[in-house]
């Protein structure tokens, strides 16, 4: 069964700008969540997906939003980017418990 | 509030030698704990977890324990091997929330010497 895969894997933005990230889960995985990792703030949880409606959502401003579709993929958006936004962002998906399965994670530099 | 520490950002044993990484929790309402284990370049991998009922699990070389008295929970690696070089994180969240919303400990970067 193929892993969570996460694109791009890599981009860099300019301050200003939106970006746009997607993650596709573990076949059959309905639950997608969504985290930022920064070596000064490490993990942080962003929001959380099942079967298309936000269930939960952590403390981050509003630039940050995400969706989810119907196949269980789900993209994330950041506008209006900030230098602080650099980091790798995860995403996991899980069945239905917290079991979760991480992506490689998609690794954004904002200059 | 949520928070959940590490006591030591950094760990260095003998290949062979066991291994004691340390998590610290202050969440009451947690009871489901996981730890994970992230190597250079990749997404945290999922190790061992444990809830809030048990005080022992033990996996494949590995063995989670927790006490819920002091908040605590360890992750013990056995026969340590070059491979088990990462950094590792415990995360904890509480399973009646009905939401995948893990908080994560800062990590330790475990070395194994050869």
């Known amino acids: 069964k193929a892993g969570v895969t996460q694109t791009p894997r890599y981009l860099i933005k300019t301050r200003g700008q939106q970006v746009t990230l997607s993650c596709s889960p573990i076949?059959?995985?309905?639950?997608v969540s969504w985290y930022q990792q920064t070596p000064g703030q490490g993990l942080q949880f962003l929001f959380e997906?099942?079967?298309?409606?936000?269930?939960n959502k952590g403390n981050f401003p509003g630039r940050f939003s995400g969706r989810q579709f119907s196949n269980s993929r789900s993209e994330m958006n950041v506008s209006t980017l900030e230098l602080g936004d650099s980091a790798l962002y995860l995403c996991?998906?899980?069945?239905?418990?917290?079991?979760?399965?991480f992506g490689p994670g998609t690794r954004l530099t904002v200059t | 509030g949520e928070s959940v520490g590490l006591h030591l950002p950094t760990l260095s044993v003998q290949e062979g030698d066991n291994s004691i990484i340390n998590c610290a929790y202050s969440?009451?309402?947690?009871?489901?704990f996981i730890w994970y284990k992230q190597e250079s370049g990749k997404g945290p991998q999922f190790i061992i977890d444990?809830?809030?009922?048990?005080d022992k699990r033990q996996g494949q070389r590995v063995t989670v324990l927790l006490n819920k008295t002091v908040k605590h929970l360890s992750l013990q690696i056995a026969a340590t091997q070059p491979g088990d070089s990462a950094v590792y994180f415990c995360?904890?969240?509480?399973?009646?929330?009905?939401?995948?919303?893990?908080?994560f400990g800062q990590g330790t970067r475990l070395t194994i010497n050869p």
């Open positions: 996991a998906s899980s069945l239905q418990g917290n079991e979760q399965y």
């Open positions: 076949s059959g995985h309905r639950s």
């Open positions: 997906y099942f079967s298309e409606t936000q269930r």
């Open positions: 969440n009451s309402a947690s009871d489901y």
């Open positions: 444990i809830r809030s009922n048990m």
């Open positions: 995360a904890e969240t509480p399973v009646n929330q009905g939401a995948q919303k893990l908080v």
